[in-house]
Nanobody
């Protein structure tokens, strides 16, 4: 079973930037589409960005143009570069296999907290 360890979160002012990293274990990483998700307090976990094994990407409308997902298959790592951060981006961020419905995923890492506040 693939496991994920997210890092890179923190407190940042509106308009600032953060780069999240996700280290994945497992030999199937390079062939798997991967995604970043986030869960804000009182809300359901939502899909933020997806990257295919070949590097194709897709983003939620709320982050399009501000966030960039990338991957390094040699390092089994997925990244999320977040620019022009807004208070509504505040959430715990997770990575996992890509799935349009994160509710069906039953194994998650600990996530990394991102707080955007002045």
């Amino acid at each position: 079973q693939v496991q994920f360890v997210e890092s890179g979160g923190g407190l940042v002012q509106p308009g600032g930037s953060l780069r999240l990293s996700c280290a994945a274990s497992g030999s199937t990483f390079s062939a798997a589409p991967m995604a970043w998700y986030r869960q804000a307090p009182g809300k359901q976990r939502e899909l933020v960005a997806v990257i295919t094994s070949g590097g194709g990407t897709n983003y939620a409308d709320s982050v399009k143009g501000r966030f960039t997902i990338s991957r390094d298959n040699a390092k089994n790592t997925v990244y999320l570069q977040m620019n022009s951060l807004k208070p509504e981006d505040t959430a715990v961020y997770y990575c996992n296999m890509a799935n349009r419905n994160p509710a069906v995923i039953n194994s998650w890492g600990q996530g990394t907290q991102v707080t955007v506040s002045s």
